[in-house]
């Protein structure tokens, strides 16, 4: 018994640590669905958890949480248990649904695109944005997902199908109208998109920063960097120097040169996506010059898509270390 509770206590502090970020105090929901919900927890089973946590979801922002012992993924699943009085289920992994998988298809076209999306990818975005309350419109999560094939057994997804979950836009299709052979045949459908990974690689680059020798000397090459964004459509915001603030004014080293800017269209569609891009933006470009050269840098935008792990946010990040060559090469000549 004192084992347990000790289980418990740390089961508590490793959901803070790992979770609570994402799903709220208390399971409540956040960036990352609600994981409290009774309806929730008495169709999901401690397998399901299990994989959940460990695979991740491939580009849907939830990460995998490879680094964790199997005690530690056992301590917050128990702890997530405490939320509800239900005992947990335990599904069969290996039993299949039988259906007509053309049929499932209409009737996923009909009953789930509109959430779920046409192929199963999900609804868009992380969920976050700063208009949002934080317990309202839980994104639909993607049924085409590795992490999600892999986790969810037919039985659990025949459950959260005939039950939906209480307290969420997720309803009952029983209660829809639906016969048990018609989810049954939507399970043969989801089955179908096999759960290809998404276009979700780091990228090219792993470098932390893009770094590009400039052959002009430090003014020179801060004007060129200057006519080169302003001639690719963006707009200046500010220039400082590097060590602003840090030493006392007047003292800053003149030989490093930091320029602000943004394309506020772009600035949109990213945070709209996820606030948190935020902490990056706007884009800034930095001039040294140290030991007779003369360097441009920035921060490698692909960077970004290993933090967040959307792959709708990797689209832009690789466009963004586009223009971030684009500029780099072009102000270095
Ligand atoms: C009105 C929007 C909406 C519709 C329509 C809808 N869903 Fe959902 N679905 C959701 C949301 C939101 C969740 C997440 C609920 C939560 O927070 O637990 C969800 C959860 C699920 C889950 C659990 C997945 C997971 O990772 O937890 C499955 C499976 C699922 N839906 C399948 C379907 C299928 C199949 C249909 C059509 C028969 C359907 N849904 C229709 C919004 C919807
Ligand atoms: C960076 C944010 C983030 C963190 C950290 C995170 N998650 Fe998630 N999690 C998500 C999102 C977002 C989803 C929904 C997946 C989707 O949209 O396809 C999710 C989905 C899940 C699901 C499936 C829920 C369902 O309705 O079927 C479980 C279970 C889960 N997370 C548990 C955890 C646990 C336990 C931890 C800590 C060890 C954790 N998550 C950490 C964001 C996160």
């Known amino acids: 018994m004192i084992f347990q509770s000790q289980a418990g206590a740390s089961g508590a502090a490793l959901y803070d640590a790992h979770c609570a970020v994402c799903h709220g105090e208390n399971g409540k929901g956040g960036v990352g669905v609600p994981l409290s919900l009774p309806s929730f927890l008495a169709g999901a089973d401690d397998d399901y958890f299990r994989k959940t946590i460990r695979l991740g979801r491939p580009g849907r922002v939830m990460p995998a949480f490879d680094q964790l012992s199997e005690d530690e993924v056992s301590a917050i699943i128990a702890h997530i248990r405490g939320w509800s009085e239900h ?21 996923y076209q009909q009953y789930c695109a509109a959430c779920h999306g046409k192929h199963g990818e999900g609804g868009s975005g992380t969920g976050v944005t700063f208009s949002r309350p934080r317990d309202l419109p839980i994104i639909a999560p993607a049924l085409n997902n590795s992490g999600f094939q892999a986790a969810a057994s037919d039985q659990m997804i025949r459950q959260t199908l005939m039950h939906g979950r209480e307290g969420t836009p997720m309803g009952s299709f029983l209660e829809q109208g639906l016969s048990q052979q018609d989810i049954d045949d939507v399970i043969r459908y989801i089955r179908s998109f096999g759960g290809e990974q998404p276009e979700h690689k780091p990228g090219r680059s792993d470098d932390a920063v893009l770094v590009v020798e400039s052959s002009s000397s430090f003014e020179d090459t801060v004007e060129a960097l200057r ?9 200046l915001i500010r220039e400082q120097s590097l060590d602003k603030g840090l030493v006392a004014e ?4 003149s030989k490093q040169h930091i320029i602000y800017f943004c394309n506020f269209s772009f600035l949109n569609k990213v945070l709209a996506i996820d606030p948190r891009v935020g902490m990056f933006l706007p884009c800034r470009v930095t001039v040294v010059e140290h030991e007779g050269k003369v360097l441009l840098m920035t921060i490698n935008p692909l960077r970004l898509s290993q933090l967040f792990n959307n792959a709708e946010l990797d689209k832009y990040c690789k466009e963004m270390l586009q223009l971030y060559e684009g500029l780099l090469e072009e102000a270095s000549l």
């Open 87 to 107: 005992e947990p289920v335990v599904f069969s992994s290996t039993w299949q649904a039988k259906g007509d998988v053309t049929h499932g298809g209409l009737l």
């Open 250 to 253: 007047g003292h800053e080293n």
């Open 227 to 235: 006519q080169t964004i302003v001639g690719e459509n963006f707009r």
